[in-house]
């Protein structure tokens, strides 16, 4: 059964699209990516369009909300085997979560001055025209959600749709609107070369989120990310032939060749480290410092070894015992930099009895900073030295430092090129000088000048991945155990408890470390299990319904099992096993 709705893309334009109101809404969203010309539908789904009303209320005590009884599929326990990747099901549980129907838009009109198609075949529209998009922040800027504080961010994850069930199911009619978003942020294998579409429809979504303060970065990352954008509108009309080079200038030859040649002799490791005869170790002098309440801050120096992956910190020689021993993995690591201070820090935050404790770790140069944080990133996922992605990390990380100097000479000046600031930067930047802040963007630019448009939109997205709070999708959560609300974040490998007025991390679980998870649709409750048996949770969902937590621990799990064959076909029985429920 067939019907048109108005779907807004990540890029904010909308299109009106005839979808398949019968099937499970897993497949609408396939078929519809399919003819888009975006590969790997998994990771994306349909939102109802939300309004700021929405950030107000959590799910439950919503006055607007009308419940629509469907009948619900049957969902399970599911126990993860890490040994063999399977999902076994177990008793079916008691099904019954009621489902809502909205029907406003984020925009006064969905056709604002947004670009509109309208098409019901596979070839009736161009493909190529969703690789590139115009938006102003002119154009949406009334019809934007501004969540002012953790609290409404979690309140933006209400609005998942079921995709167990079909859009007839929950209540949707022809006409209706829906946003197709990213929900997975798990992107497999972006090629330049062959997701031109995908790579640009995360880039839009990367920068709204941005643009609109969904997630928080640096003025010096603003800058940067202003820089990038501003390029990639430069750059879109450059030839076509610059854009379909492999980012990084690296063809598919010399890639296997050089992950032949690593995977036979081991990278080649930086000078600093010292070889020993199997693993190989780090040493700097460092300053660090340990969070203490009622204390004020202080950096003393320190001798650092990293081994392994675990941190020896000495007071003076190394051959002695250390004053500390921190063991990296399962550690949050996150940067404190500001590079036109010069300000090179490293926040670990280490798990203990009374939740994670915060230390931090400050390096004198760029050069120090990079191998020490990408030391203590590898180390977090359990990965030494020896690991070969230890180099091109450090890599990574002083390019993506490099992009954030001001140049002195920019390529373009003020004079050549009108820059409002507002398209670029988020808005809690914009109080500064305007005149000012275009000079600073164009300075910034000047790092990034000769990127092509493709390059431009793989550096953002790559910036943008590398920002704390990244991926982490929040609820608003209530445990057996508390008194209050507390906030819980879902991420691709781990599940996060935050301070939800500062955003410290106050307890992190590995996904790897989970056995299994079901639900209680009677009482609405999740319990998940972990191989040690005192970290088992048990907690209600406040902000949403259960089933959207449901869907996103499962479809990563689910996003894990995908292979690196380029052949492989999409297993949609075993995303419904794992999220939605067994028939």
């Not at 609109?212 to 603003?222: G, L, M, Q, R, T």
């Not at 009622?294 to 190394?318: M, R, W």
Request: charged share 25%; proline share 4%.
């Amino acid at each position: 059964m067939h019907k048109y709705v108005k779907v807004q893309l990540p890029d904010l334009r909308v299109i009106d699209v005839m979808v398949d109101f019968s099937i499970k809404t897993f497949g609408a969203v396939s078929n519809l990516c399919k003819r888009l010309g975006i590969n790997h539908a998994e990771e994306l789904s349909f939102q109802k369009p939300l309004t700021s009303d929405d950030l107000a209320y959590n799910y439950r005590e919503d006055p607007r909300r009308r419940p629509v009884k469907v009948k619900r599929l049957d969902t399970n326990e599911f126990v993860v085997s890490h040994s063999n990747g399977s999902a076994n099901p177990r008793k079916p549980a008691n099904p019954g979560t009621p489902n809502q129907s909205f029907g406003y838009s984020p925009y006064n009109t969905l056709n604002g001055t947004l670009h509109n198609a309208s098409f019901d075949a596979a070839d009736s529209f161009n493909q190529d025209s969703f690789a590139h998009s115009d938006a102003s922040i002119k154009d949406v800027k009334g019809g934007l959600i501004h969540p002012r504080t953790l609290n409404e961010k979690a309140r933006m994850n209400k609005s998942w749709l079921d995709s167990s069930l079909s859009l007839m199911e929950q209540g949707f009619k022809e006409w209706d609107s829906l946003s197709l978003k990213f929900k997975f942020y798990s992107f497999y294998d972006l090629n330049p070369k062959t997701d031109a579409i995908r790579i640009n429809q995360i880039y839009e979504q990367a920068k709204w989120q941005i643009l609109n303060e969904e997630i928080d970065c640096s003025e010096d990352e603003a800058l940067m990310f202003a820089a990038l954008q501003f390029q990639v509108r430069e750059s879109r009309f450059w030839p076509v032939a610059n854009d379909v080079t492999d980012f990084g200038g690296e063809d598919e030859i010399d890639a296997a060749l050089t992950e032949l040649q690593i995977s036979l002799e081991g990278s080649n490791m930086n000078g600093a480290l010292r070889g020993m005869s199997k693993v190989p170790v780090l040493e700097d002098e460092l300053r660090f410092m340990k969070q203490k309440k009622f204390v004020l801050k202080s950096f003393k120096p320190y001798n650092f070894v990293c081994k392994d992956t675990i941190l020896y910190i000495h007071k003076g020689s190394t051959d002695g015992e250390p004053e500390y021993s921190i063991q990296l993995k399962g550690c949050e690591v996150t940067p404190d930099v500001s590079v036109s201070q010069k300000k090179y820090c490293i926040k670990l935050e280490v798990p203990s009895e009374d939740g994670m404790q915060e230390m931090w770790i400050r390096c004198n140069n760029e050069e120090q900073y990079a191998r020490w944080m990408a030391a203590c990133r590898l180390g977090s996922k359990g990965k030494s030295l020896a690991d070969p992605t230890y180099d091109p990390e450090v890599k990574s990380i002083l390019s993506f430092l490099s992009m954030q100097k001001p140049s002195p000479a920019p390529a373009i000046t003020s004079n050549d090129m009108e820059i409002d600031p507002e398209e670029y930067l988020p808005l809690k930047f914009l109080k500064k000088g305007r005149n000012r802040l275009s000079q600073r963007i164009l300075e910034a630019h000047a790092n990034v000048k000769d990127m092509n448009n493709i390059q431009a939109k793989m550096n953002y997205i790559q910036a943008w991945q590398r920002l704390p709070l990244y991926g982490i999708s929040l609820f608003i959560v209530r445990f057996d155990d508390a008194k209050k609300d507390e906030l819980l974040g879902v991420g691709f490998n781990k599940l996060v408890k935050l301070d939800s007025q500062t955003a410290h991390h106050l307890k992190t679980w590995r996904l790897s470390s989970m056995k299994s998870w079901d639900i209680n649709w009677e009482v609405k409750k999740m319990r998940i299990h972990f191989e040690k048996e005192q970290e088992n949770l048990i907690f209600s969902i406040a902000s949403a319904d259960c089933k959207v937590f449901h869907e996103f621990l499962g479809g990563y799990i689910f996003l894990s099992m995908r292979s690196k064959d380029a052949n492989q076909t999409l297993n949609e029985e075993l995303f419904h096993k794992l999220t939605g429920g067994w028939v």
